[in-house]
């Protein structure tokens, strides 16, 4: 047994080898594999995202109400406001920025100093180099409040412009001081969870992550037109409000359950993620290492057992059964335990376990076969 | 206005005690509640027992909502389901993880339901569309999608009721017979739009009206405006039907995929990603 285990942990060990030299013509694999025509911005997360998204049971978050503010200007944005202090938000969410005054802007700001629990949005630009952020925009009287109003920056983490959203960043480190915050600017949602349920907001600040995967999977919304405010004040007394345009077009981004979701929608999943505990946890490059190594075991120590005759069957049907066991555990732990474990690299090692397999028994079979022929040599000139 | 929410707050609250459980959340298609012997068509918000029996149509599809827990459960088989039967039904589908996994695990490249992408790169970026829109220079609305939406509206007239035009619109008929109508765009994007007609109702018969724009679409800047009108006398068994979009679409893909879709017999739900403002004038 254990001249077979190491033999298996050999193989185990070139299969791991020839990964590292292939895997970048493999890896697209998993994106046609799994369907998703996004080939160059794939996360495993997004296949979890999709499946469990499409299930035919959703939840209406109960704590959390978007309001659409398409279309309205100015004046109607400050009619909504000035409704806020009747619903007794636990927090509002203006996801719109005024960035320059206009003529009459006087009912606005006075909705806006007597708006409850309010967070404003700002626009933050990345330095390259130190890693850290300079103000892009903000309104135009976020220094002038009379109160000091919390800011959030709207900005959303992604590989590139026009890439999936699959993160929100929990606090951006500045270069100047904006407003009243010198070091550091909690994101939109932080600070919108901050204002509403600070101990909840502690339980992030605790997790200590720059950046923390949205939950999105099967979570709606109630989302609501200005006129239907009043009609349905019930449902939003003592919610956070978002309030922002859910239809605009410029504020439209991709996300693992849909090809176009708004900001706003977008900070509302986030948010979501926060109030209900809904933290997505990763096994670390280190841990998925480790499952791949172990599941590529499995299967060279399989091959190496078995005898010649029902090898080849039994191999292939334990290959399809392992890939379609590590999609399986990967969602089960997704849905249930919030776990997310990236089975790429364990595909990837299923596939390469055996093809490390022919190559060690095709590189064996030569040097023996090259070891025989020189003994031989060596045999018939030791007779000479 | 603030009287008014105080007094809609404290009612709505008293009113409480008297909710539903069960709620239609959403709806699509062709669905009726059984009362008695008869069926009768539904909408949203109306109230449901776990006794009640709904009624779906080909391709139709329904959300009820259970305030107990403020979940929601789809169901998209046609035929008689019960509430209680809905909510068994997919929260069963729901649990059933392989049976999930295996329904989006397929070997090639296309959506097989049909819910994914309903936009598309349009293949070569036209020069005029880069300066005319340059956001979305090189995407169209996916013809496939656009179709069975078209098609879905067109089977059942009374599910697009409530889609509002988000621009100005208004649409006569003329003293000779035939048809006008005008459009502003109000909003702070590019609209696209056109108008195809079906004659006797035969859906896959559909063409391209005498007020339509022949090969694209019509294309309105932010605060520009279009009117047009045809004076010769309309036929009267032909309904003249304007299709809008916030992103280009080809007309010609569009008529030619509504005839494959209503061939092939396709009744998927169309994808409610995509925003389309339907308007028969």
């Known amino acids: ?384 | 206005m603030k009287k008014l929410l105080l007094v809609s707050i404290i009612s709505a609250l008293g009113s409480l005690v008297a909710v539903a459980q069960y709620s239609i959340h959403s709806l699509s298609g062709d669905v009726k509640l059984k009362k008695g012997m008869q069926f009768v068509p539904v909408a949203k918000g109306t109230s449901l027992t776990a006794a009640d029996v709904l009624e779906l149509g080909e391709g139709a599809s329904i959300e009820i909502f259970n305030t107990t827990n403020s979940q929601t459960y789809k169901c998209v088989k046609p035929g008689l389901s019960s509430v209680s039967g809905i909510i068994i039904s997919a929260t069963s589908l729901a649990s059933n993880k392989g049976k999930s996994i295996r329904d989006n695990m397929n070997f090639s490249r296309s959506s097989a339901s049909g819910t994914g992408h309903v936009y598309v790169e349009s293949g070569m970026v036209k020069r005029t569309m880069a300066t005319y829109d340059p956001e979305a220079r090189n995407i169209e609305v996916d013809p496939r999608e656009l179709s069975r939406f078209v098609v879905n509206a067109l089977r059942n007239p009374d599910a697009v009721k409530d889609t509002e035009c988000p621009a100005a619109f208004t649409h006569t008929p003329n003293p000779h017979g035939g048809l006008s109508f005008s459009i502003g765009n109000t909003l702070s994007s590019p609209i696209y739009f056109n108008v195809i007609k079906v004659a006797d109702n035969a859906i896959s018969k559909v063409c391209i009206s005498e007020l339509g724009q022949p090969s694209g679409s019509y294309v309105l800047l932010p605060a520009q405006t279009i009117s047009r009108e045809h004076l010769s006398p309309m036929a009267a068994n032909e309904r003249h039907i304007l299709i809008m979009t916030h992103f280009n679409f080809d007309v010609d893909k569009l008529i030619e995929q509504i005839e494959t879709t209503v061939q092939s017999g396709d009744n998927s739900i169309p994808d409610s990603s995509l925003n389309v403002y339907f308007s028969i004038l």
Not at chain 1, 196 to 221: D, H, K, Q, W
Not at chain 1, 250 to 256: G, L, N, R, S, V
Not at chain 1, 297 to 313: A, D, E, Q, R, W
Request: aromatic fraction near 8%; glycine fraction near 6%; hydrophobic fraction near 50%.
């Open chain 1, 1 to 384: 047994m254990a001249p077979k285990l190491l033999k298996a942990l050999g193989i185990t060990i070139l299969a791991f080898i020839l990964s590292t030299v292939l895997m970048r013509p493999f890896s697209f694999s998993a994106s046609a594999f799994l369907s998703n025509p996004e080939k160059s911005d794939f996360a495993i997360t997004d296949f979890y995202s999709i499946v469990a998204d499409s299930r035919p049971v959703r939840t209406i978050d109960d704590d959390i109400v978007v309001i659409n503010l398409n279309g309205l200007d100015r004046e109607g944005i400050a009619q909504v406001l000035e409704l806020m202090p009747l619903l007794s938000p636990a927090a509002v969410g203006l996801d719109v920025a005024f960035v320059e005054p206009r003529d009459n802007d006087s009912r606005l700001l006075a909705a806006i100093a007597g708006c409850p629990n309010l967070v404003m949005p700002v626009a933050l630009n990345q330095n390259s180099g130190n890693g850290k952020f300079s103000l892009g925009e903000i309104s135009f009287f976020a220094d002038s409040t009379a109160r000091h109003v919390p800011l959030g920056a709207t900005n959303l983490p992604a590989r590139y412009a026009k890439s999936t959203i699959r993160e929100f960043r929990t606090f951006f480190p500045i270069n100047h001081s904006i407003v009243n915050y010198t070091d550091s600017i909690p994101s939109f949602v932080v600070a919108v969870a901050q204002t509403a349920r600070p101990s909840l907001a502690e339980v992030l600040a605790r997790r200590g992550n720059t950046l923390e995967m949205i939950n999105y999977p099967s979570r709606s919304f109630r989302i609501f037109n200005p006129e239907e405010i009043v009609g349905n004040a019930h449902l939003m007394a003592g919610k956070i409000l978002l309030l922002g345009d859910t239809d605009d077009l410029a504020d439209m981004h991709a996300t693992p359950v849909t090809s176009t979701m708004s900001g706003v929608m977008i900070h509302a999943h986030a948010l979501s993620t926060i109030i209900h505990n809904g933290y997505l946890d990763s096994f670390t490059k280190a841990q998925n290492l480790t499952l791949a190594f172990a599941l590529c075991l499995i299967i060279v120590l399989t091959s190496v057992m078995l005898p010649i005759g029902i090898k080849g069957l039994i191999m292939r049907i334990t290959q399809v059964a392992l890939l379609y066991f590590v999609v399986r555990l990967g969602y089960s732990l997704f849905l249930d335990h919030n776990m997310v474990i990236d089975f790429s690299y364990a595909l990837l090692m299923l596939a390469f376990g055996l093809f490390a397999c022919d190559i060690w028994i095709g590189l064996t079979n030569i040097w023996l076969g090259l070891r025989r022929r020189y003994r031989k040599l060596v045999a018939a000139r030791a007779q000479l």
